[in-house]
């Protein structure tokens, strides 16, 4: 049995808006894989614990201790939490971005856009703030041995016991702190995920629309990775404060340092002045300039090959 064309249209607009969530997620996933070992570095940085150290210091420090599988230590709980972001972020512009200028007929495109990225950013950090909290404690502590010798060595640490993995980081986290354990941070993220994720596509999609009236035809790999490299830099050093308030409210475990994301930014300002704020902030934007470029880029060239000529594509065709 044939079916009729509108319904067809509308089967092939509805698979390739749920393409999307699956290329925003395959994306997010190769770039946190990619690019965990500079996480690693901006987390110990931001982590408060050595506060005297720098980027080369903290670099030679897990390379020293832990080899190169400590710059991939919670490499795990971070590709599963930036698949699942990933996906909510990518589906959610291509599936609301026209539904809310079709209820709100004068919302300019850059404000649809910015509203469906935070949209789906904040939607994905029920999966992505667990992963991260696991994620974050594994990348302070590194190796096991590493871990051992500072507890000899009375070195103060963030937590009290050593996680051999995803999962177990899980249930010892849930069983010592419960599920507030998993989701510290929650509120921070959210402040700081939010205007990142919306600012992020707005910028991408501006750099892109001038892009392609410059170059009068379609982009190349090369260049999608420029712009989306450049959105995500910009994006990320603005936003470098939230980061390092999530990072801190995250790692504190049981011994709280901060009650909350507003005592935590008095604190640090008090404390380590405005620098304290930012601390990491090179580490986060070059872990963003790459990320943000591999993920568009990735996602560009998924909808090229995969998408029906027919398919949605609002990040090429946005007015």
């Not at 392609?212 to 990320?236: E, I, R």
Request: proline share 3%; with cysteine.
């Amino acid at each position: 049995m044939i079916a009729d064309s509108g319904g067809g249209s509308r089967s092939a607009a509805s698979l390739a808006a749920w393409r999307e969530f699956l290329w925003g997620g395959l994306a997010c996933g190769f770039g946190e894989t990619i690019m965990h070992p500079v996480d690693t570095i901006k987390t110990r940085l931001q982590s408060g614990f050595g506060q005297n150290a720098n980027l080369v210091q903290v670099s030679k420090t897990i390379g020293a201790r832990d080899g190169i599988r400590g710059f991939y230590r919670g490499v795990f709980p971070g590709v599963t939490g930036s698949f699942v972001t990933g996906a909510t972020y990518f589906g959610f512009i291509e599936t609301t971005k026209d539904l809310l200028q079709e209820k709100r007929p004068n919302l300019p495109t850059p404000w649809a856009l910015f509203f469906a990225g935070a949209a789906g950013d904040a939607l994905g950090a029920v999966v992505y703030v667990p992963c991260e909290v696991i994620k974050q404690r594994m990348q302070v502590q590194g190796s096991r041995k590493a871990w051992e010798t500072a507890k000899q060595q009375q070195i103060k640490a963030p937590v009290f016991q050593y996680y051999s993995g995803m999962f177990h980081a899980a249930r010892a986290i849930h069983a010592q702190e419960g599920t507030r354990g998993l989701y510290a941070g929650l509120l921070s993220t959210i402040v700081r995920d939010i205007p990142f994720a919306g600012l992020q596509i707005v910028l991408y999609e501006a750099f892109r629309k001038t892009a392609l009236k410059v170059a009068n035809g379609d982009l190349s790999c090369s260049q999608d990775f420029l712009l989306g490299g450049a959105a995500g830099g910009f994006s990320a050093f603005l936003t470098t404060p939230f980061d390092v308030v999530k990072t801190r409210m995250q790692v504190q475990s049981t011994s709280a340092r901060y009650t909350g994301w507003l005592d935590a930014i008095t604190k640090i300002k008090e404390q380590e002045g405005i620098r304290g704020l930012f601390k990491g902030a090179g580490p986060r934007v070059m872990w963003w300039c790459p990320a943000s470029a591999l993920t568009f880029m990735a996602v560009e060239k998924l909808r090229r090959e995969f998408n029906d000529q027919g398919g949605l594509q609002i990040l090429s065709q946005a007015a």
